[in-house]
């Protein structure tokens, strides 16, 4: 499964109303950081198929931004039957992801 783009029309559908897990990236196309994780995060799409790897433009989003406070970049956040369980933000490694989506 590949990273899916979401924005404020099909956030509802695409985490909130999702039965399972969905790991949310905030990121941005200036972000250093973002762009290392990103790779990471198409390998835990990649090999976790039962985890849904979604992705928001925080300057594309800021409604989305500004309603899940998110303040610093990168921001994962994990999502379970539509409610946050976990976040962490920064640069984390492969495993670090694994640890956080409990693989």
Same mark, same amino acid.
């Given at each position: ?30 972000? %250093?950081?973002?762009?290392?994780? @990103?790779?990471?995060?198409?390998? $835990? ?14 300057? @594309? ?28 933000? %920064? ?9 956080? $989506?409990?693989?």
């Amino acid at each position: 499964m590949s990273i899916t783009e979401v924005n404020k029309d099909n956030f509802e559908k695409e985490v909130l109303k999702n039965e399972g897990k969905v790991l949310v990236d905030f990121n941005a196309d200036w972000c %250093g950081p973002c762009k290392m994780l @990103k790779p990471l995060l198409e390998e $835990i799409a990649e090999t976790h198929k039962q985890i849904k790897v979604v992705s928001i433009n925080i300057d @594309k989003e800021g409604e989305l931004t500004d309603k899940y406070n998110v303040s610093s970049i990168p921001c994962l956040v994990l999502f379970d039957s539509g409610e946050e369980i976990k976040r962490n933000v %920064g640069l984390i490694s492969k495993d670090e992801i694994e640890d956080m $989506i409990g693989e």
